[in-house]
């Protein structure tokens, strides 16, 4: 087992909601200087949500390292969008930025649209985007914030998919992100846990749906990994100590999720959907 990852106790550290990467100490390995591609992916078209950081942002690269042209989702994070464009260009692929809220189903539409219009058709999207925030109470969670989370998390997978679909080939891939939340929820993150657990069950109805049209649906379901959701949504305590819980004690770097994704993306998993693949440093899911 690699052991020269970053390890609690991290120092103390809080960001405004969503967060930026370069900011975070250490700064989170995307895989920028590790990933090495083998043509898995060559000639295909992508779409990540949330491409600028965290998951969304090693996926992209690795994606772009497998020769994949992508177009990268995010809220607002103009900084770590741009830093990511840098890396996939130069790796001679097109990057696409494409902000704005997933929470509206117009953006969504919008998303595809755009995404089309740019590539001529999807080959590979993931549903990689969330919202959370962390609340000690059932009292405390306005209901503004239980939509926003629904409307993200779960709501826009929903319609992103639907207006992707009619653009994706047969051996075309959906890959959406949940999380060890679906299966173990932590009560503070009750409106994040319940989306992540929705997913699970969308991905399982939804790779037989989508099975008569050739198209494969999988989850990726990580355990805790260093991201900028992190110091922007959880307390500066369980920052400190983030990841600590799992058996390898301590969190996934980034670029230690894209993998999973690379392969259900490539034509290699021909037969795989309605899969979850678990990263979760040791940590069962059941």
Not at 101 to 115: K, N, Q, V, Y
Not at 174 to 194: C, F, G, M, R, W
Not at 196 to 223: D, E, W, Y
């Amino acid at each position: 087992m690699l052991d020269n990852f970053p390890r609690p106790p991290f120092p103390e550290q809080q960001q405004p909601y969503p967060g930026l990467a370069s900011r975070m100490d250490p700064v989170p390995d995307h895989g920028e200087e590790s990933y090495r591609g083998s043509h898995r992916l060559e000639g295909k078209k992508a779409l990540i949500t949330g491409g600028d950081s965290g998951i969304g942002r090693a996926v992209a690269i690795a994606f772009a390292r497998e020769g994949a042209d992508v177009a990268i989702s995010y809220l607002s994070e103009e900084e770590d969008a741009a830093d990511v464009k840098k890396v996939i260009e130069a790796e001679g692929r097109t990057c696409v930025l494409l902000p704005g809220d997933i929470a509206s189903p117009e953006h969504c539409r919008g998303l595809i649209a755009r995404t089309v219009e740019a590539f001529g058709r999807i080959d590979v999207l993931v549903n990689n985007a969330a919202h959370q925030s962390y609340f000690e109470s059932l009292e405390e969670i306005p209901d503004e914030e239980w939509e926003t989370t629904m409307a993200v998390n779960i709501s826009a997978m929903f319609y992103l998919t639907k207006a992707a679909v009619p653009h994706m080939q047969p051996g075309a891939s959906i890959i959406n992100t949940a999380s060890k939340q679906a299966d173990e929820p932590s009560p503070e993150l009750l409106a994040y846990a319940v989306t992540k657990g929705a997913i699970q069950n969308f991905s399982a109805g939804l790779a037989q749906l989508l099975a008569k049209k050739g198209i494969r649906v999988n989850t990726v379901a990580p355990g805790p990994v260093w991201t900028p959701l992190g110091p922007a949504s959880l307390p500066v305590s369980n920052v400190v100590e983030f990841g600590k819980q799992v058996p390898f004690g301590r969190p996934a770097q980034p670029r230690e999720l894209a993998p999973p994704y690379v392969m259900l993306a490539s034509d290699e998993a021909s037969y795989i959907s309605g899969a979850t693949i678990a990263v979760t440093g040791g940590k069962p899911v059941m």
